[in-house]
């Protein structure tokens, strides 16, 4: 009886169907519980929000053909989302730290910790000694939506990357303010023992391109923090020569522990 009722039935529009309202039902799932945030940027939002009222649209307009059965149908093709689909459900999602992520090499940690300037607009690195006349008018833009309190810089989730950019393009500015950030502990094999990041990992579009972001910082107990551990940081903004370039760094004057913010992730908007 069964069999009967497969034969009825089109496998190939049935898997089609498990596809396209599996996917919807995961894109509403992870927005509802704000879990969206570990895989794309705010901006991708609305987009996904648009791709679950086009599928569920997709699912109803094809459920017609569903018991209207094909002799030859080749599954093979739809393992390709059916796989991922399930993956999705099966494993947990989790924010990222920099031990899972690969080690950065020597000089990527270089262009993180010396230039600090992610373009706003194509998200490329710009190296300190190729500013340009845009990256000033940038920069510009930048200082009139970033204020300080009481001479002092305070960096959250909103303005984090904002504030890394503006202070490294204009560092003889910002020399001797105080400042006040919270991170997590990015070292490297590349930093002495008394250099780490107050890092934030900063996403562009999605989780893929991922990379730390942050100021170098100077601190005599740097050894005794461990990697990824998230600390208040408070100090000062100095200028000092770093293989061969200047650099603005912070000197840390004190280091609290500090709670993992409800989203891990800065965006570079």
């Not at 927005?31 to 679950?52: A, E, Q």
């Not at 739809?78 to 730290?97: D, G, K, R």
């Not at 579009?205 to 923090?225: E, F, I, R, S, T």
Request: hydrophobic share 45%; proline share 4%.
């Amino acid at each position: 009886m069964q069999l009967m009722r497969l034969k009825k039935i089109n496998i190939e529009v049935l898997l089609k169907l498990i596809i396209l309202i599996g996917f919807a039902f995961f894109f509403y799932y992870i927005i509802k519980t704000d879990k969206v945030l570990l895989y794309v940027s705010p901006r991708i939002i609305p987009y996904m929000k648009f791709g679950i009222v086009a599928m569920i649209l997709l699912s109803l307009f094809i459920a017609g053909e569903l018991f209207k059965p094909k002799r030859k149908v080749n599954i093979k093709p739809y393992l390709f989302f059916i796989i991922p689909l399930f993956m999705t459900f099966l494993i947990p999602t989790a924010s990222v730290s920099s031990k899972s992520m690969s080690r950065t090499t020597p000089k990527n940690v270089e262009k993180i910790v010396v230039t600090n300037q992610n373009n706003i607009s194509d998200n490329n690195i710009i190296d300190t000694t190729k500013t340009t006349d845009t990256a000033k008018i940038n920069s510009s833009k930048i200082d009139k939506a970033l204020k300080m309190e009481d001479n002092t810089i305070f960096i959250n989730d909103n303005n984090f990357v904002k504030w890394v950019q503006e202070i490294s393009y204009n560092m003889n500015k910002y020399e001797g303010k105080k400042i006040e950030l919270t991170g997590f502990v990015f070292k490297d094999k590349a930093f002495k023992r008394n250099e780490f990041v107050p890092a934030r990992f900063m996403m562009s579009c999605c989780a893929a391109d991922l990379q730390p972001v942050g100021l170098l910082c100077h601190y005599d107990k740097a050894k005794d923090l461990k990697q990824d551990t998230w600390i208040l940081v408070k100090g000062k903004v100095e200028i000092i020569d770093y293989k061969g370039e200047r650099i603005a760094i912070i000197v840390a004057q004190s280091i609290a522990n500090a709670e993992k913010p409800k989203n891990e992730y800065v965006y570079p908007f």
